[in-house]
């Protein structure tokens, strides 16, 4: 058995000894290099370009612009999940245009006016800086909670407004009612920082356009390469499907923002058939932190009343959350439909009360980052949950552990309309007190406490949501892709296996985890099986890696083409060993005709199944390959639960962690190893957003502050601590596997946690709240707020 198995990822010595190959890393002949040039205004509209110097430029091979995509008539990407009004009128889209041009407006910093292909990079980028261009600035936006203020600048006209929709969910006179017979009531401005994913690998798109076959191929560092052929076909270029090639060779990481559709690379694959060259884009990091879609960014208010018992009675969220000045492809799914669903975590709350206002910016437009709206839930829930229970003079762990769902309750219906498949709480928080040996933090906190240290402790309890469920349910909300996933297994005459599959890793351990579940199910050894991704050309279908659902949806469609191809070789060796197919046993690649020493391998087999000497005469084809589209039932609900002890420096602000445990509900566990390395770069990007990651724009002109590493602060191994992590498995009722998803807890819990143990430590000190990031600068300033409040 191989699942269950902590196996080593079969791909690292490949990266390790610089054997990965990248979009970056592929030449072809006669390739030429691209550069945009990019709004260097927030908002403003183009009065005058000018290209003709850069069309002189040495090396320069053209100049694509606005006017010419539109003689072109080429297209934009649309929107393909959609969340219109709850009263059900549609929203005000807006999406990002592949280029913008004369007369037309800018709506962020950054936005594409141009590209200029040349021979060499550094020419493309002379052809940028020689081009004229006039613009006329109009006041920016980029406060989130002044967008729909009377006197905020309007981004789109055409709406009156910079209201996208509005989403309502819950009871509003039920809720109201209970916060009215409330013994207790928490408020707070619970708000969440926009941030940047930033993958080592930054964006880079080569376009290639084959004039005999009329074909285009883009090479894209993209998580979904056949929804990028659907949409470059569909949405830009305009042209029969078979005719899009997409290849997505080695990601260097992803973390959503490279799942949806990016302008910029429809624009580069049409660069190569007007130019008749290959033609190579490669993004620099201060054009990604300018450029690549960003995250969170929500300004939220927040209640929760408690009854005389301490049982929760009600939840009230309001919560206006920024798009940017265009929609992204996902956007708005994620404020609209991910964000509510997870709003009350793992707690019985009757009543709920929930609304967001999703609005226009003059930013860069948000999407998809690893945790997608649950970080945002998270953070309000449990930053009630932990002001509440000081408030009321209990013990955190304590009030939480009164108010969680129990075991026998699931499936639970919560008051949003989500139902939650299944899970533990109570053994959840029981095992991580254990492994935090909680009792013993308290009383070790108190000694320090004594001694003038401020250490504090901080409890998060939470849950994902994963796994993309079922289309016909993605559609039924107004969804424009699907949910499924594809998987092809083909067994090689001589017994080994392909699978081609079309969920792509980028650094998930995709070619170990689905290697060790086809290895069980086909009864081979994990070394005679190859995985193939990343190719629309050779894999059939795919929708992707986000969401957390590569185990759930590609595991699954292994696991069922394997079965059929098993089902097909018995029959096979049943004729082969002339007797019934009921009378064969598989096991060890051996088929054996039950109570006796007659077999025949799983290779024999293989082999007649190509060689067509010997089959059965009826109702049987040759070869032995097998392609499964798995369409599931529903998502499934991982949980998890975090502590972490910090110590806070109350002359600086400065936090250090000290120790961090997190136990996990990801259901059946395919390989332990590879979940922990997944919770450990979950709790890297978390405890990022918590302490210091902020993208920053100018109040007053728009500009990106934030524009470099030198500002945008990442994190590094001397600001993290030893991580301590358990597992318990409530496997999910939803698919053949029993798995639920395990790479996104640890950014969905850490700023929660981490915000709570600030709280903790500081309560006594009077500072109630400090908002997200938790740099020193946040932290002294509510000390010295919080102490001047005293005097």
């Known amino acids: 058995m191989y699942i269950g198995q902590s196996v080593r990822r079969r791909e690292d010595a490949k990266f390790l000894t610089g054997g990965g190959r990248y979009v970056d890393d592929i030449v072809l002949p006669g390739m030429a290099f691209a550069v945009f040039l990019r709004s260097t205004h927030a908002h403003a509209l183009i009065r005058r370009l000018d290209i003709t110097a850069a069309k002189t430029r040495p090396g320069v091979l053209a100049v694509i612009t606005a006017e010419d995509w539109h003689r072109a008539k080429l297209g934009k990407f649309e929107m393909v999940h959609p969340m219109p009004f709850s009263d059900g009128r549609p929203a005000n889209e807006e999406v990002r245009p592949s280029l913008t041009g004369v007369g037309e407006r800018v709506r962020h910093v950054g936005e594409a006016i141009a590209l200029v292909v040349a021979e060499t990079r550094h020419q493309a980028q002379d052809g940028v800086e020689a081009i004229e261009i006039e613009f006329e600035p109009l006041p920016a936006l980029v406060d989130t909670g002044r967008a729909l203020d009377p006197d905020a600048p309007i981004l789109h006209e055409r709406f009156g407004t910079n209201l996208i929709y509005e989403v309502v969910r819950g009871d509003k006179a039920k809720t109201d009612a209970a916060f009215a017979r409330a013994r207790h009531i928490t408020a707070l401005d619970v708000n969440t920082q926009r941030v940047a994913g930033s993958p080592i690998e930054p964006r880079v798109y080569i376009g290639d356009y084959d004039r005999i076959a009329d074909r285009y191929t883009l090479y894209a560092t993209s998580q979904t390469p056949h929804f990028y052929r659907q949409w470059l076909a569909k949405y830009i270029l305009f042209v029969p499907e078979s005719k899009v090639r997409v290849v997505s060779p080695d990601v260097g990481g992803g973390f959503g923002l490279k799942a949806h559709g990016n302008p910029d690379a429809g624009v580069v694959a049409w660069a190569a058939k007007v130019t008749g060259r290959p033609v190579k884009w490669v993004s620099t990091r201060g054009e990604a932190l300018m450029t690549d879609c960003q995250a969170r960014d929500h300004v939220t208010r927040a209640r929760m009343g408690f009854d005389q018992d301490g049982f929760v009675i009600a939840l009230e969220v309001d919560t206006i959350a920024a798009f940017g000045g265009y929609l992204s492809n996902f956007g708005p799914s994620i404020p609209g439909n991910s ?207 986000w969401g957390s659902r590569s185990t759930t949806m590609a595991g699954s469609a292994i696991v069922q083409a394997s079965e059929r191809v098993i089902g097909k070789a018995k029959r096979l060796a049943a004729h082969l060993l002339e007797c019934a197919e009921a009378d064969v046993d598989y096991r060890d690649s051996r088929f054996t005709v039950k109570g006796t020493n007659r077999s025949v391998t799983f290779a024999e087999v293989a082999d007649q199944a190509y060689y067509g000497g010997n089959y059965p005469a009826e109702n049987f084809e040759l070869g032995l390959e097998e392609t499964v589209f798995y369409d599931g039932t529903d998502t499934n609900d991982p949980q998890a639960m975090h502590l972490v002890s910090i110590l806070v420096d109350i002359e600086t602000g400065r936090i250090k962690l000290r120790d961090y445990f997190t136990v996990d509900d990801a259901g059946v566990v395919i390989n332990p190893l590879l979940v922990e390395g997944q919770v450990h770069g979950g709790l890297g990007q978390g405890i990022g957003q918590a302490l210091m990651e902020e993208v920053t724009y100018d109040r007053t002109s728009g500009q990106l502050l934030s524009g470099s590493f030198m500002d945008y602060a990442m994190p590094r191994a001397e600001d993290f601590c030893d991580f301590k992590l358990d597992f318990i498995s409530s496997p999910a009722p939803s698919n053949p596997l029993g798995v639920k998803g395990g790479s996104e807890t640890g950014t969905i819990g850490a700023p929660a946690a981490i915000g709570n143990a600030v709280v903790d430590a500081l309560w006594d000190l009077g500072v109630r709240h400090v908002p997200q990031p938790l740099t020193p600068e946040r932290v002294w300033r509510a000390i010295a707020d919080a102490s001047t409040a005293r005097r």
């Open 339 to 545: 964000y509510p669903q997870t709003i009350t975590g793992l707690y019985k709350t009757p009543n709920l009360y929930f609304r967001v206002r999703g609005v226009y910016t003059n930013t860069v437009p948000t999407d998809a980052y690893r945790g997608s709206g649950r970080p945002e839930a998270t953070w309000v829930n449990e930053r009630l949950f932990e002001n509440a229970a000081r408030e009321m003079g209990v013990d955190v762990v304590e009030l939480r552990r009164k108010n969680l769902i129990q075991k026998q309750e699931f499936p639970y219906k919560t008051p949003v309309g989500r139902t939650y498949d299944s899970g533990d709480p109570p053994l959840l928080l029981a095992k991580l007190e254990k492994l935090a040996r909680y009792q013993q933090l308290r009383a070790e906190q108190r000694t320090l406490r004594a001694r003038g240290v401020l250490m504090g402790i901080g409890v998060a309890a939470f849950l994902d949501k994963s796994g993309t469920g079922n289309s016909r349910n993605l559609a039924s909300k107004g969804a424009k892709h699907g949910a499924y996933e594809v998987a092809t297994v083909r067994i090689h005459s001589d017994g080994k296996a392909t699978v081609l599959c079309g969920s792509h890793s980028h650094g998930q351990g995709h070619d170990t985890t689905f290697c060790q579940i086809a290895a069980d199910y086909l009864g081979i050894p994990l070394e005679d099986i190859t995985l193939v991704q990343g190719d629309t050309d050779r894999v059939t279908m795919g929708c992707g890696t």
